[in-house]
């Protein structure tokens, strides 16, 4: 029986970069197209290392994706997103906050916002690695039919996560796979592609909110890819405790170092604090559509300090840090989702702290 083609999707126009004022931050950005040459991998981790050690964020270029692939994917999660709600939003391929699963869609509308009656303006679909252990969690049968471009993507994407893990490994003096065996695609993990696009609200309602679109927070895995782009909104919280916007960068990844990593290097790799606020005026009606990659640890991976020898020399780990009690890649991700999405509002967290076993962090701090 031949197989049936997908149907053909509207193309996703990039939309252009602002002409406002910004106060953007310095980003780092890594060729990783060098990666392979004599030295190479050495080369860019020292590149690499103030980037990380200080704001947690950096850029990634020459990954081999082209731009058409990268579209591509736009395209889908545009197309996606154009669903009536009641197809989109059927109740079988949602997330289920209650358990901690962010597998799959996110409706927008549903929750207020920092005490106010402002709507959450999020939309999202997060899509699991395509192993046979996932084969029960929500994938919508609309992006089924392009499930091998996914798919393709979706692979693609660690295996450029694992040249940056090799990166941290070398920075850390560890054996070069040790970050990348943590992660590995055809073992479990919480690991997912997702599309997301954030509402334009009008600006009397953003003020309610301090036009935050997205409030501060660190990342619950790993390590956090998104696809640059032009709309302008995304800040990090810099060592100093300024906001500063993160600029696009043409063809390139966006990198931040989250909760899980920071753990296994003793806080030496910053997950940083970042937020998004409403885009500047000349951008503030655009539908904001984002692709990303969220590196997970593998779901029974303990994190904890790992035995770097840079670690050990700066003092950063504790000399009882082997014998506490094990925390899995799995429990972390699963009771960090739940905490942060298991509400019906998405109250400001500043100054409050989440806790699995040993492992702590705070949101923002007060």
């Known amino acids: 029986m031949p197989s049936i083609a997908p149907a053909p999707l509207p193309k996703w126009e990039r939309p252009g970069k ?13 060729d990783l197209s060098r990666f392979d040459e004599p030295g190479g991998k050495q080369k860019l981790a020292e590149d690499l290392r103030d980037a990380v050690h200080q704001t947690g964020f950096f850029s990634i ?34 997330c289920d906050f209650t358990k901690g699963n ?36 929500p994938f919508h049968p609309f992006l089924q039919q392009y499930r091998a471009e996914i798919e393709d993507f979706s692979r693609r994407s660690l295996e450029i996560a694992a040249k940056v893990f090799t990166l941290f490994s070398i920075i850390l003096g560890l054996p070069e796979d ?14 997912h592609l997702r599309y997301m696009i954030y509402r334009p609200r009008s600006e009397e309602v953003d003020a309610k909110v301090q036009n935050t679109w997205s409030r501060a927070h660190t ?20 060592p100093a405790g300024e906001w500063k916007y993160v600029p696009p960068v043409d063809n390139g990844i966006i990198c931040n170092v989250s909760d899980t990593l920071d753990f296994w290097s003793a806080g030496y790799l910053k997950s940083t604090i970042h937020r998004v606020l409403r885009p500047p005026p000349d951008q503030a009606h655009i539908h904001r559509l984002g692709l990303f990659y969220f590196v997970r640890p593998g779901n029974e991976v303990d994190i904890k300090p790992a035995p770097s020898p840079l670690l050990k020399r700066l003092g950063l780990v504790r000399g009882d840090a082997e014998n506490a009690r094990p925390v899995r890649g799995l429990e972390y991700v699963r009771e960090r989702v739940k905490n942060y999405h298991d509400r019906t509002d998405y109250a400001d967290m500043k100054g409050k702290k989440f806790k699995v076993g040993n492992l702590e962090i705070e949101d923002e701090v007060a």
């Open 102 to 137: 962010y597998f799959g869609y996110r409706a927008a509308n549903e929750k207020t916002v920092m005490g106010t009656e402002v709507l959450d303006n999020v939309e999202s679909v997060n899509i699991p690695k395509f192993i046979p252990q996932n084969v029960n969690e």
């Open 18 to 30: 602002t002409n406002e004022e910004l106060d953007w931050t310095e980003i780092k950005v890594i």
């Open 219 to 238: 990342d619950f895995g790993s390590l956090t890819l998104l696809w640059s782009q032009n709309v302008a909104g995304l800040q990090l919280k810099t």
């Open 178 to 191: 040790y970050f990348s065996k943590q992660h590995l695609y055809n073992e479990p993990s919480e690991d």
């Open 61 to 94: 270029v020459g990954t081999g994706l082209t731009q058409e692939e990268v579209d591509r994917q736009y395209d889908i999660g545009q197309a996606y997103f154009n669903l009536p709600l009641e197809e989109k939003g059927d109740s079988k391929y949602r």
